[in-house]
T-cell receptor, first 113, second 114 residues
Framework: AQSVTQLGSHVSVSEGALVLLRCNYS??????LFWYVQYPNQGLQLLLK??????LVKGINGFEAEFKKSETSFHLTKPSAHMSDAAEYFC???????????FGRGTSLIVHP | DAEITQSPRHKITETGRQVTLACHQT?????MFWYRQDLGHGLRLIHY???????NKGEVSDGYSVSRSNTEDLPLTLESAASSQTSVYFC?????????????FGPGTRLTVL
């Protein structure tokens, strides 16, 4: 079985500050990990994904995430937050040959001017 | 450009009525999924399909059904709508080539059951 835990349902940062959204996974086999973003009144779209090629993954809009097997983590970061980054962020894990990712409950990123 | 669309975008219905939500994708993807999104629960899988004539139940399938008669469409039917089914529904598709597939989501349908 696979699962994902996103720590913090809401994260608030000031514009220009570092963004850190936490994701820890549980999987008995090597996982594949995803971050999706959902802007208000829209569907989810892929930010980045870890496919075992490289542990540091760069995505769209300046986001990146690092796969740390020893910590079972895949935290999402961005050096400098922008107002347009305000959205809901979902971490997801796929493992064991499953085509169906398991999603976390999401973290709402709030960016203050 | 390929896309995935959902209709209607908003729907209000009454308890006990049958409701069908449409999902259409032009990616030519094998896999299609239906999720519901509720505050505090994130995304929960309702049904999914790996190809024409294939359908499978997800974790919250009670009260819902799907059918897949072609590659492009996976309509979701609520047989007898209940207030507990008030939610935002998302359809998604993926190519089916592997476990690292990206899921492509539609814009969602907001359903209110009165």
């Amino acid at each position: 079985a696979q699962s994902v835990t996103q720590l913090g349902s809401h994260v608030s940062v000031s514009e220009g500050a570092l963004v850190l959204l936490r994701c820890n996974y549980s999987s008995s086999v090597p996982p594949y990990l995803f971050w999706y973003v959902q802007y208000p009144n829209q569907g989810l779209q892929l930010l980045l994904k870890y496919t075992s090629a490289a542990t540091l993954v760069k995505g769209i809009n300046g986001f990146e995430a690092e796969f740390k097997k020893s910590e079972t983590s895949f935290h999402l970061t961005k050096p400098s937050a922008h107002m347009s980054d305000a959205a809901e962020y979902f971490c997801a894990v796929s493992a064991g040959g499953s085509y169906i990712p398991t999603f976390g409950r999401g973290t709402s990123l709030i960016v203050h001017p | 450009d390929a896309e995935i669309t959902q209709s209607p975008r908003h729907k209000i219905t009454e308890t006990g009525r049958q409701v069908t939500l449409a999902c259409h994708q032009t990616w030519n993807h094998n896999n299609m999924f239906w999720y519901r999104q509720d505050l505090g629960h994130g995304l929960r899988l309702i049904h999914y399909s790996y190809g024409v004539q294939d359908t499978n139940k997800g974790e919250v399938s009670d009260g819902y059904s799907v059918s897949r008669s072609n590659t492009e469409d996976l309509p979701l039917t609520l047989e007898s709508a209940a207030s507990s089914q008030t939610s935002v529904y998302f359809c998604a598709s993926s190519s089916g080539t592997g476990v690292t597939d990206t899921q492509y989501f539609g814009p969602g349908t907001r359903l209110t059951v009165l």
